[in-house]
Every structure is written in structure tokens, then in C-alpha cells.
């Protein structure tokens, strides 16, 4: 038959204690640890010194604490004081207050069973003495500090930390909440700067919430979503035109480092104005300063009116980073559940991962490929599939995202850009080359795809820019085998003049979206032909001053697009006249 094992009781102190209190802690062990399946003989008492406790003891029975020590009266002090804080008004005597209960708090004994810290550092702490403690739940330690529990094994459990951890010691105690992580939510966070707890950091106060949501939560199921058939308009001619977006896709922007991918966010973003979707922009670990310039550019665009923005910035602990973009999605469950459509941006999804993982080694979990921990796809997976078009039993509304990933020299084959790759319903290809060739925004074609593609286009949309893809495809490859060539015919050179021509109206400067009327009036005088004729160093100007006369002079032409969605060939074969007179007006000005 096996030995039972002892139960172990330690006692720390400072200053030796004396045989009447040695007997009476070894008197309230007896009645609180002796019973049916344990004698006084099983258990193993033993006293210990430690030199942090300040003065007083620490009694740890098994996994249980009683903090008996200056250190854990004066942590006790301090929650009174925080707890008198709250309640005193601004015109109280708070002198008096203090003095008061100062003398009322009497350092008597008082045993007090909590969890303790067993080891600090890095943004993370193990703890002993919390069996209960679930998955998720929110811990807090005795300085104020909030913390997730994150790891559980047998005999502890890790946390990660949600502010520093300097002032965080061994034997500090922890205290269950019951809750799980979670975010203020509201129409009262429109137009403001939080952190990754819904935090104000944007020195406008507090604001007004209407409710709590956890920051995980399962994602819709196949039953509660709808097919993807209402466009959500970028406003970049490029990605409307090729690469159309659904409301309730997931849309990747991925590329090297400054290619424009934030741009690409902006400009969407901007361009919601009046639409009826509200934003949502996640930072994560960007500087202050650019989530401070993005603001500014938003408020400017008069787009903060409906826009959210969750700054975790690279200064920032990694935990806090790591929420982040879960904290964005409770925020645009909120507005989806009510029935509304929610763009979100998360900037970027390789800093997230990269924080993810820095949390997994600091947990001693096992690293995998590119030191990356086995379940950061799930990460990713988890947090994107909250994305979805809702079915009009759950309202009909929809969360549509746009995630950042960057990639190193182009390597779209690395892990965590495959990764989210195969997550998403298509990607936006952003090539360094082109961008420093000036054509911005500078999107490949060829690697670039929106798998739900026409559906996600309206009936104009789909006509307009039903040849462009193929045209630009043709004018690359016929570029590639003309650039030696002097002798060319003249259909060679039409060709590459018209891809020239598409190639530099397809560029567009930062914070001007197009609305889709102009964008499908464009496409459908481009595709015709009408306009070959204009030099290319002209063409981005031509098209400006005839969008601005049509707009004037047909009007009724663009309210049809507008409210019908369709172009019909009347309209169209009037486009196209009134193009070719302007190119002749627009020339003649020229000379």
C-alpha cells in the first residue's frame, strides 16, 4: 500500500515567532485541516525565513495562503483607501476622511485565504492557490494590477499581465473576479481613442457605455450567416473595379513594409461616410504617433464621427496587444448585433502574432516553425471568423474585415501570411515595385483575388469593368516582350498605349475615394476607347475635368446609376459621346 503524502504546512517570517504563537497557528491548522482523511500525524509543519515579508508572517497550508505580513496588511490599507476614493465627492474634507480611517484600521490579525504569487516577470506571473481559476478569467493582484489567466497546470496557473509588473513580489496576493476579459461597448465609443481594456487614452473623459461583451466569443454558425451580396464600396478604382469586397468578407492587405496598406484602410474607411457602416480601426503595435496622425487624418475626413479606433501601441505590454484586436470585434459585435454593417481594420496581424508569441515562449510553451507556438493559427482563425454576413433571422448584420499582414521581401510563403491567407475569402497584393514606380495604390494583379468576387458588384460595376483585369494582364506581358522592340505595328502600339492610359488612372492619392458612380463612368469611356487619344501625362487631369462636366451637365445620368445600380446602353452611348467632345475640348485648351 502507498505512503500518504504529507500535507505540507510552512510558516514565514521575519522576526522568530513565539511559543504562544506557534501554538496558536498550530491550533488553527488542527481545526482547519484535520478531518476524515487526515490526522494531525499527516502533517508536516515546518517554519521558514523570509526577509520580504517586512514584519509579521505568511502561513501557506498546501496550496492555500494566509497573509499575515506587513507587506499584505499594508496591501490591505491600501484597497480601504481605493475603496473611500471612490465614494468621496470633490468638495468632501478628504484630510478628515483619511485621519478617520487611519485610526479605525487596527493591524489585528486577520488570516485571509488567497492565491499568491509564485514567480514575476516578463508581463508574466505564476500562480499558486487559485484550483477554480478558468481559462480567461480576470485576476486581480494586490497592487491593482489586472491579469488573464492564460496557462493552467496541475499545481498553477500562468497569467499575463495587463499593466507592470515592478511592483508585483512573490507571495503578493490574487484574487478571482469571476469575469472574463471583456470591453465596454456603445454608441458612446464612436469618435473616441481607446486602448485594448476600452479605455479612454484620448484625454476627451470617460464616455457613456451601454453594455459589456466579453472579448472572446464563438463565432456566428454556418445557420446564422447569409451569402455575401451587398458591395462595401472602397473607393479605390483598383480594388472596386478587380477585387470587389462583400459586406461580412474578409479581405487580407498584405505586403512589405511602407507599400500602402494603412492607405488602403484609410481611404475605406473614409469613404463609409454617409453609407450607414461604422468603423472600427485596431492598432496593434504601432507607434503613438501614427495612431495620433491616422486620428487626425480621420477627423479631418470627418470620418471619426463613426469610427472606433483601439490603440495598442508598441509601448504597450505584449498582453495588451495580444487582446487588442479580440477587444475591436466585441466593439463591432455590438453595432453588427444591432442589425448594422462594421468595417474593421486590424494593423497589423504579424505584430499580433509576433506578441502571441512572445507570451507562448515566456508560458514555456513549445515553439514550432519559425519559433511560432502550434496554435497561432487558431489565433488568427478564431479572431477572423467572428467576421461574417448575418442571416436576416440574427438581424442581417455584418462585420466586414480587413486585415494587415506584412511580409519580409515579398515572401507570401512564410508561416503567418500563409496562415491567414488560407483564413481569408481573398487578398490585396500590395508590390514594392510598383509602388516606387509611383503607381499607387500599388496592387498586383496577378496575385491579388476576392473570392466572392462578381457577387459582391452591381449589375454597372460588373459591365464597367468587366475587360480590365485582362487588359491590364495583356499590356504587362506585352511591355515585357516590347521593351527592346523600336519597330512596332500600329494595333501593338494602340494596345500599349491604352494600358498606359488604364494603368495611370488607376492611380489614386491618399484620402480621395471615388464614388462608384464616377468610378463606373470612367471605366465604361476608358474600355470604349473613347479617351486613347490623351497623352498619358494628361490623362489623370482629363479624367478629373470630364467626371466634374458630366457631373454638371448629365446629371440625370449619374442619379440613374445611383438608384438603379444598372447603366443602360442610352446612357452609355451618351458617356462615351460626351467623353470624346471633352478630350477635343480638353486638347484645344492644352495647345
Known sequence: ??????????????????????????????AKYVNEDRTAEDIDFS??????LGGGFILKCGNEVYNWSTRGRLGQ????????????????????????????????????????????G?????????????????????????????DIRRE????????????????????????????????????????????????????????????????????????????????ILSIDSMFPIGRGQRELIIGDRQTGKTSIAIDTIINQKGKGVKCVYVAIGQKASTVAKIAGMLK????????????????????LQYIAPYSGTSVAEYFMNKGEDVLIVYDDLSKHAVAYRALSLLLERSPGREAYPGDVFYLHSRLLERSASLSDEKGGGSITALPIIETQAGDVS???????????????????????????PAVNVGLSVSRVGGAAQTRAMKKAAGSVRIDLAQYREMEVFTQFSSDLDDATKKQLHHGRVLMELLKQPLTHPRPMTDQIMLLTVVNSGAIDEVPVDRAYDFVEFMLKSIRKNDIQIVRSIESSGILNDDDKETLVSRAGDLLVEFMSVRE
Open 1 to 30: 500500500m502507498a505512503k500518504k503524502q504529507a500535507f505540507q504546512v510552512i510558516l514565514y517570517y521575519v522576526t522568530p515567532p513565539s511559543e504562544e504563537q506557534l501554538q496558536g497557528i498550530w491550533d488553527f491548522v488542527l
Open 47 to 52: 517554519v521558514e525565513f523570509d526577509e520580504s
Open 77 to 120: 490599507f491600501n484597497e480601504k483607501l481605493q475603496e473611500i476614493r471612490k465614494k468621496v465627492s470633490a468638495d468632501e474634507d478628504v484630510i478628515s476622511i483619511l485621519k478617520t480611517t487611519t485610526e479605525e484600521f487596527r493591524l489585528t490579525a486577520r488570516f485571509r485565504r488567497s492565491g499568491y504569487v509564485l514567480s514575476v
Open 122 to 150: 516578463d508581463g508574466i506571473a505564476r500562480v499558486r492557490g487559485l484550483e477554480r481559476a478558468e481559462y480567461g478569467e480576470i485576476l486581480i493582484f494586490s497592487n491593482g494590477v489586472k491579469g488573464m489567466v492564460q
Open 156 to 235: 498553477d496557473c500562468g497569467v499575463i499581465l495587463f499593466g507592470k509588473d515592478d511592483e508585483i513580489r512573490v507571495w503578493d496576493e490574487v484574487a478571482r473576479t469571476g469575469m472574463r476579459a471583456g470591453v465596454p461597448v456603445g454608441e458612446g465609443l464612436l469618435g473616441r481613442v481607446i486602448n485594448a481594456l476600452g479605455e479612454p487614452i484620448d484625454g476627451k473623459g470617460e464616455f457613456s457605455a451601454e453594455g459589456f461583451r466579453p472579448v472572446e466569443s464563438p463565432a456566428p454558425s454556418i445557420t446564422a450567416r447569409q451569402p455575401v451580396d451587398t458591395p462595401l464600396e472602397t473607393g
Open 300 to 319: 479631418n475626413s470627418g470620418a471619426m464621427d463613426y469610427t472606433v479606433i483601439i490603440s495598442s501601441t508598441a509601448s504597450d505590454p505584449a498582453p
Open 414 to 440: 512564410a508561416y503567418i501570411p500563409t496562415n491567414v491567407i488560407s483564413i481569408t475569402d481573398g487578398q490585396i497584393y500590395l508590390e514594392s515595385d510598383l509602388f516606387f514606380l509611383g503607381f499607387r
